[in-house]
């Protein structure tokens, strides 16, 4: 576990021994990041868990990052953990003279998020459309449920093949999270201009209430075949509706 209160214009030094940006969603889960609920804003994978508090009274906020591992990735421990993190979380922010908002009791947990049909996306997927080149590939995908009050969502496009690969994942950051991508250098991998677009990936931002700039990003993995178009046009259908979930505004999305 990590607590931190971080400022809203702190950036990864990526020079530290320890950096508290480095710890979040740090250890990677089968399943997407899913809301906890409760009134908090906060997320679960069912392996790692984190809670961010805005602090009302200064530009910063309160934050818990719990990392686990695949022995404990069931409902009933991934919500004990959330309880966890929102109790730390209340304590931190008392510790820190942090004015905030609390939440409630953590609900139930869902289990592992299984993968589905492009075309039966209810979530971070939906509206996100499969045409021309990609149509051939992409075969199933895995989603974060929609919500406007988790720091992290997730859409995975993946083809069934031998070993069942992920080709595309989209992911949504905001707050902290969102800081974590960014980098005092400037070196591959970081996200500092408010758009960009590689052979792989492309990324886009936008102005929440309270927070940093979100960072929206789709990355291809090693057994995909990006093409440009695609990148592009999955990414701003993702992002548009995810922006708007959070009340953030001002997108700005490569072409």
Same mark, same amino acid.
């Given at each position: 576990m990590t607590i931190g209160l971080i400022a809203d214009d702190a950036i990864n030094s990526r020079q530290d021994e320890f950096e508290m940006l480095d710890t979040l969603h740090s250890s990677a889960s089968d399943t997407p990041p899913n809301p906890l609920d409760g009134g908090w804003q906060g997320y $679960?994978? &069912?392996?790692? %868990?984190g809670v961010v508090l805005p602090c009302k009274n200064r530009p910063a906020s309160v934050v818990v990052s719990i990392a686990g591992d695949e022995s404990h990735e069931n409902p009933r421990e991934a919500r004990e953990v #959330?309880? &966890? +993190?929102? +109790? %730390?979380a209340r304590n931190a922010s008392v510790h820190w003279s942090c004015k905030t908002k609390f939440g409630g009791r953590i609900p139930s947990v869902s289990g592992p998020t299984t993968e589905k049909y492009p075309s039966s996306a209810t979530g971070t997927c939906k509206g996100i459309h499969i045409t021309g080149h990609e149509s051939l590939y992409i075969d199933w995908i895995k989603e974060s449920k929609a919500s406007g009050t988790t720091p992290l969502e997730m859409c995975i496009f993946g083809e069934f093949g031998a070993n069942s690969e992920s080709l595309y994942k989209l992911e949504a950051a905001f707050g902290p999270y969102a800081q974590r991508l960014r980098s005092e250098t400037d070196e591959l991998g970081t996200m500092n201009a408010d758009t960009g677009l590689r052979l792989d990936m492309a990324w #886009? $931002?936008? +102005?929440?209430?309270g927070s940093a700039r979100a960072i929206f990003s789709i990355y291809a993995t090693e057994y995909a075949d990006p093409r440009k178009a695609f990148l592009v046009k999955a990414l701003r259908a993702f992002a548009e509706r995810s922006a708007a979930r959070h009340g953030c505004t001002d997108l700005k999305l490569p072409r």
């Open positions: $679960t994978d &069912l392996r790692n %868990t #959330g309880e &966890l +993190a929102v +109790a %730390t #886009g $931002t936008a +102005a929440c209430p």
